[in-house]
């Protein structure tokens, strides 16, 4: 059987602030970047909006381009939100929807996140859906299912199976203490219980699950070597351009 590649997604969040820090970054990955093979990962970095373009132009031609929200409506009146089809003219093949900044900060709701995957779904830009429960010690099976079943609302089973699920518990998300590759582990597959009692049970398992919440280049490995987590969603972590490529390294 094929290997399956494992995806790396850096969240710049809303860092850095000018663009000439975004071109430091990008000269600076692409060097410490030179003597690995970035075609053996699927590696995605998401800039905020106003560096897309930038970006685009100079990333290594086989790092993907993320986007960090995308709105709910394809067109029409809605003062500081950005279009699907804005998105896909800059060259943006990924998007990050229901981010538990998003969600919680900024209140996005479940509808708003199911609305927002079916319009990236039908541009053809990959979502990865974030999810997670909110405190240290909640059961994350409860809000885990309400999530799911709601972000997956009247998708199907072909859609789906484009989405990356990103576990995140919002606990550990910029904390510095991150979950352990056990929870990661036993969270990915309650997600993927509640997806094949969605869909079928055939193909749950080819779904793609990623974690993040503090991951860095000291625990990328324990997370992401484990079959079932297929990759991380790094913030922090992934600022500093010489520390994410260590980081990179790690699970090449
Ligand atoms: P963190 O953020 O790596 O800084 O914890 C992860 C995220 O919010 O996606």
Known sequence: MQERKKIIIANWKMNPQTLSEAERWLIQFSHDCRTIDLKKIDLVIAPPFVYLEALKSRLPK???????????????????????????????????????????????????????????????IKPILAVGEKSKGDDPRAILQKQITSAFKDLNALSAKEIIVAYEPVWAIGTGVADTPDDALSASLIIRKIMSNIYSSDWAFDLSIIY???????????????????GALIGSASLDASGFSRLVKQIL
């Open 62 to 124: 086989s790092v993907g381009l993320g986007a960090q929200n995308i709105s709910w409506l394809e067109r029409g009146a809605l003062t500081g939100e950005i279009s699907g089809a804005m998105l896909k003219n800059l060259g943006c093949e990924y998007v990050i929807i229901g981010h538990s900044e998003r969600r919680w900060q900024l209140g996005e709701t479940d509808e708003m996140i199911n609305l927002k995957l079916k319009t990236a779904l039908s541009l053809h």
């Open 212 to 230: 993040g919440g503090s991951v860095s280049e000291k625990n990328v490995s324990d997370f992401v070597n484990q079959e079932g987590i297929d």
